[in-house]
T-cell receptor, first 113, second 113 residues
Framework: DTEVTQTPKHLVMGMTNKKSLKCEQH?????MYWYKQKAKKPPELMFV???????INESVPSRFSPECPNSSLLNLHLHALQPEDSALYLCASRLGGADNEQFFGPGTRLTVL | KNQVEQSPQSLIILEGKNCTLQCNYTVSPFSNLRWYKQDTGRGPVSLTIMTFSENTKSNGRYTATLDADTKQSSLHITASQLSDSASYIC????????????FGSGTQLTVLP
């Protein structure tokens, strides 16, 4: 299995909802990432979970919270989002080592109404 | 500040033609540079990786070049196909304090029949 899977593919939610995005990989990678990508813009790093240590981009609001139940899963919990949070959310994983590739999942298209 | 600049922002070519995309970066110290292809609404997929000592690398119809002295890279696409229509993103990894990925804004390529 050489892919990163993300569910759901699409999500529409209201500003008062609580939802979660799921990311899974079975490549034995020790680092997993969440990115936010707006249309026609490059991905922006939100969180890194590497060797059981979480790193947070300080610009990410607290309404986004990552959770790593095990080394194959990285969830992103969403609460009280704003319409400007609508974007493509990409998950990626990497084996480790500077030259190793980040493998990206297909993304979750999130729309906040 | 570590930056990656890509040009042109968008490009339209006819099927079968060649094209070259440019990437200039200021990331330092430098570790590697990747070109990714991202189809609309999908996650990026790596095309090539270049390290400091590499000048040219090919992957099928894609050929990447790197000039680490001038901090420039290019991606040349030969005999374009309709399926080449996508965003091409240049991503640079540094070392030490610059070890996170720095993404360019991408070049949106459209191949017309």
């Amino acid at each position: 299995d050489t892919e990163v899977t993300q569910t759901p593919k699409h999500l529409v939610m209201g500003m008062t909802n609580k939802k979660s995005l799921k990311c899974e990989q079975h490549m034995g990678h020790r680092a997993m990432y969440w990115y936010k990508q707006k249309a026609k813009k490059p991905p922006e790093l939100m969180f890194v979970y590497s060797y059981e240590k979480l790193s947070i981009n300080e610009s990410v609001p607290s309404r986004f919270s990552p959770e790593c139940p095990n080394s194959s899963l990285l969830n992103l919990h969403l609460h009280a989002l704003q319409p400007e949070d609508s974007a493509l959310y990409l998950c990626a994983s990497r084996l480790g080592g500077a030259d190793n590739e980040q493998f990206f999942g297909p993304g979750t298209r999130l729309t906040v109404l | 500040k570590n930056q990656v600049e890509q040009s042109p922002q968008s490009l339209i070519i006819l099927e079968g033609k060649n094209c070259t995309l440019q990437c200039n970066y200021t990331v330092s110290p430098f570790s590697n540079l990747r070109w990714y292809k991202q189809d609309t609404g999908r996650g990026p997929v790596s095309l090539t990786i270049m390290t400091f000592s590499e000048n040219t690398k090919s992957n099928g119809r894609y050929t990447a070049t790197l000039d680490a002295d001038t901090k420039q890279s290019s991606l040349h696409i030969t005999a374009s196909q309709l399926s080449d229509s996508a965003s091409y993103i240049c991503v640079v990894r540094g070392t030490g304090s610059a070890r996170q990925l720095t993404f360019g804004s991408g070049t949106q390529l459209t191949v017309l029949p």
